[in-house]
């Protein structure tokens, strides 16, 4: 309780001392007294019930709302690493194929079968699948990362 607030009230110490002589008898008797105001202790009232009860409120609501958001990001990021894999085996796929039909481009390109313009329109879709199926596996890897993040994982 601090000595300068409002509410502190005096303390009052006293020492008492006696002497009791009576015949055949002689005591000394002495007292220590302490009286603490009521103030010293802290009376929960119905002020400060209700105020705690709201901060109770306010924490469970904040808490229960993060916990929704948590699971909805979780959700959210679990739905889209499903889609980023099967982009990604799709990507792998055509990328495969693509290769394949550069490897034809070429031959036809060298024996003059096909315009040098198409076999380098294609070559140029073989290179951006490429990068489309590398770009993905980035996003693969930052998903991953957000999902151990939403779940309090180190990453």
Do not use: C
Not at 54 to 70: D, G, K, P
Request: glycine share 4%; hydrophobic share 40%.
């Amino acid at each position: 309780l601090s000595a300068d607030s409002q509410r502190a009230a005096e303390w009052n110490l006293s020492l008492q001392a006696k002497n009791l002589d009576s015949p055949g008898f002689e005591e000394d008797q002495y007292g220590l007294a302490l009286e603490v105001p009521l103030s010293f202790v802290r009376l929960e009232s119905e002020a400060n019930n209700s105020q705690l009860q709201a901060v109770n409120r306010e924490y469970s609501l904040a808490r229960e709302q993060l916990v929704q958001q948590l699971h909805r990001r979780w959700l959210f990021l679990s739905g889209q690493a499903e889609i980023l894999q099967e982009k990604q085996q799709l990507l792998a796929r055509a990328s495969s194929l693509t290769q394949e039909i550069a490897g034809q481009l070429q031959e036809l390109a060298a024996t003059n079968e096909i315009a040098q313009e198409i076999a380098l329109r294609r070559l140029m879709e073989d290179v951006d699948t490429r990068t489309e199926a590398r770009i993905n596996a980035l996003l693969m890897q930052q998903n991953n990362a957000m999902q151990r993040q939403a779940a309090g994982l180190p990453l």
